[in-house]
């Protein structure tokens, strides 16, 4: 079965860090871009983050540049998303997904982790 | 960035409704289209690729049209498991905006 599944979530306070990843089960992430979106409570879905499927290539909301960097392990199955000067607003369930070939659309997503930034 | 809007925000329907949701893009996205379904507390799932293709596994009385800017999901018979939030998003150019979505709730 193609699954994702994503651990690292928890609460931490403004200012601080912590990293996300992303396993990859039933398929070899290697061919594939990868990307990490989030929902803050009651909100719509916002696009973070993507990486190709070396690596090499890497892009940002404009949001969270400069804070956050996503990285990936194609040995290990596994997208990683480091975020580092957490705000209050980064609040929100991370979801990773594959981009599918041909149309970039985003299937499958994992189950989600939920970051909490409060004081 | 492009942005991506919907409407309506929301409806209250009953089963057996023929339903119709708009999506609209700031400029010209081809065909590079998504719909997504989320029900609370899930990860969304991928309904409509490519502005009409139907994903894999999808009940057929999901369909989407439209091309350039402007594009529908319509569900042809609203069954209780439709009963979620649904989501456009352009895979033209990143950022891979989302619309804000439409929630189908029961009348």
């Known amino acids: 079965e193609v699954q994702l599944v994503e651990s690292g979530g928890g609460l931490v306070q403004p200012g601080g860090s912590l990293r996300l990843s992303c396993a990859a089960s039933?398929?070899?992430?290697?061919?594939?871009?990868m990307h990490w979106v989030r929902q803050a409570p009651g909100r719509g879905l916002v696009w973070v983050s993507r990486i190709n499927s070396d690596g090499s290539t890497t892009t940002y909301a404009d949001s969270v540049k400069g804070r956050f960097t996503i990285s990936r392990d194609n040995a290990q199955n596994t997208v990683y998303l480091q975020m580092n000067s957490l705000r209050v607003e980064d609040t929100a369930v991370y979801y990773c997904?594959?981009?599918?070939?041909?149309?970039?659309?985003?299937?499958?997503w994992g189950q989600g982790t939920l970051v909490t930034v409060s004081s | 960035d492009i942005q991506m809007t919907q409407s309506p925000s929301s409806l209250s329907a009953s089963v057996g409704d023929r339903v119709t949701i708009t999506c609209r893009a700031s400029q010209s996205i081809s065909t590079y289209l998504n719909w997504y379904q989320q029900k609370p507390g899930k990860a969304p799932k991928l309904l409509i690729y490519a502005a009409s293709i139907l994903q894999s596994g999808v009940p057929s009385g999901f369909s989407g049209r439209g091309s350039g800017t402007d594009f529908t999901l319509t569900i042809s018979s609203l069954q209780p498991d439709d009963f979620a939030t649904y989501y456009c998003?352009?895979?033209?150019?990143?950022?891979?905006?989302f619309g804000p979505g439409t929630k189908v709730d029961i009348k």
């Open positions: 997904a594959r981009e599918e070939h041909g149309y970039y659309s985003f299937d499958p």
């Open positions: 039933g398929f070899s992430i290697s061919s594939f871009w």
């Open positions: 998003q352009q895979s033209y150019s990143a950022p891979h905006t």
